[in-house]
């Protein structure tokens, strides 16, 4: 008898950010995102949700709690919104992650997160006075004090520093606190404020991002095997496979949604609270088409047909696709007009990384099993090649 070949439909893992409140108990002079007003998710909402999900789509899906500050909810909130995703929508593949200022995070918070091993992500801008400037006053302290509770617990901790127009000056102590530290680092350039009333005051300008980027790429290579940057990893990637690896640079419309305080659900995390962008309500279990379909979903296709048209040609288009809709909108005040404005980054980094890569492999390096070279030429320096090297294998 003839075999029939069996058909294997391929899943298609997805992201769904949780916002449990807007609110936040510091006040980051750059924060575009909290809002002291905003209720806090109840555990009714949480059961929605899971009833929505089942029925949305069964792909292994990843869920981050975002805010505001997503501690406020309480280690009660957390005990109950973990049992009730995890036992919902078995027996599927999930994962959870949390990005926290660390402020509220109590042995008892850290005992629930740990039951689950949540990687946690935190925010420090740098050594305690240039951060606390920025940020707020006594920030450095608390939110350090989280982090020995949750690494008392067995929690990973990684931290990403935002660089303003003002701490940009500062880039090198920034960085050797980092290495000093022993800490990972992931970046953020500061984006301009929707809800202040001077929006670009400490807004990163692309070209200093442009610059900032090759800084780091070039202090990373001095410095491999002492700290990992995760956002030059990340970009290395992205040219090394030719595809995007992280949101920025994928089309993540289809795949990503953040659900807020009240069960309405929005493209991201980033455009929580703004009704524009509310794409429907988790109450009414909206299918993928209903959301694609809405107001808020047909602008973030829109998004994905300008890509096409403005960066064609583009060496990068590929694994840049456009970089993220959300800072394509957030400096014309919430209306989309171009492609990510941090393109002229993005290229000064994806041609440096690329330059450099063709320039190694074609050049004089000794090759290694990988077909990578592993060595700098006598006399130099450690090469992407040999960042690749490090990548791949860990
Ligand atoms: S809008 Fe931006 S931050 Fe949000 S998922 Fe898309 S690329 Fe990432
Ligand atoms: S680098 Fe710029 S032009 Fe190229 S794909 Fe990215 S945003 Fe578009």
Not at 51 to 74: C, I, N, S
Not at 364 to 376: A, D, I, N, Q, Y
Request: hydrophobic content about 35%.
């Amino acid at each position: 008898m003839k075999k029939t070949k069996k058909i294997v439909a391929h899943k298609r893992p997805f992201h769904v950010m949780i916002i449990p409140t807007l609110g936040c108990p510091s006040s980051c002079s750059y924060c575009w995102s909290s809002d002291e007003r905003s209720p806090i998710m109840t555990i009714e909402t949480v059961k929605e949700m899971v009833h929505w999900l089942r029925e949305f789509r069964d792909d292994p899906v990843t869920f981050t709690f975002h805010g505001g500050e997503p501690l406020l909810a309480g280690a009660d909130f957390y005990r109950e919104a973990l049992a009730l995703i995890t036992e919902g929508l078995r027996p599927r593949k999930i994962a959870f992650a949390l990005q926290t200022n660390l402020w509220k995070m109590t042995p008892e918070m850290a005992s629930v997160l740990a039951e689950y091993q949540i990687p946690i992500g935190s925010s420090i801008d740098g050594p305690k006075d240039l951060n606390d400037l920025q940020r707020s006053a006594g920030y450095f302290d608390k939110t350090m004090a989280g982090y020995r509770v949750a690494k008392e617990h067995g929690l990973s901790v990684q931290f990403i520093c935002t660089f303003t127009s003002t701490s940009i000056d500062k880039k090198e102590e920034i960085f050797n606190f980092f290495l000093e530290n022993g800490l990972t680092m992931k970046l953020h350039p500061a984006l301009p404020s929707l809800k202040s009333d001077d929006p670009d005051k400490w807004a990163l300008p692309p070209e200093k991002y442009g610059e900032l980027l090759v800084y780091l790429l070039d202090k990373y290579l001095e410095n491999m095997d002492k700290i990992e940057v995760r956002n030059i990893n990340d970009l290395c990637r992205c040219v090394f496979t030719g595809r995007g690896t992280v949101c920025t640079y994928v089309d993540c419309m289809d795949d990503t949604f953040a659900v807020g305080p009240d069960g309405s659900i929005y493209p991201c995390y980033r455009f929580v609270g703004m009704p524009e962008w509310v794409m429907g309500n988790i109450r009414d279990r909206p299918s993928q088409a209903d959301l694609a379909g809405s107001g808020a979903g047909r602008r973030m296709q829109e998004f994905k047909r300008r890509v096409d048209v403005a960066c064609k040609g583009c060496r990068h288009l590929r694994y840049c696709r456009g970089g993220c809709p959300y800072n394509a909108i957030a400096p014309s005040g919430g209306e989309l007009l171009g492609v990510d404005p941090h393109c002229v980054a993005y290229k000064r980094i994806f041609d440096e990384i690329a330059d450099r890569f063709n320039k190694e492999i074609f050049g004089s390096f000794p090759m290694g099993p990988t077909c990578l070279p592993t060595e700098p030429p006598r006399g130099g320096k450690p090469g992407i090649t040999a960042l690749i090297q490090k990548i791949v294998s860990s």
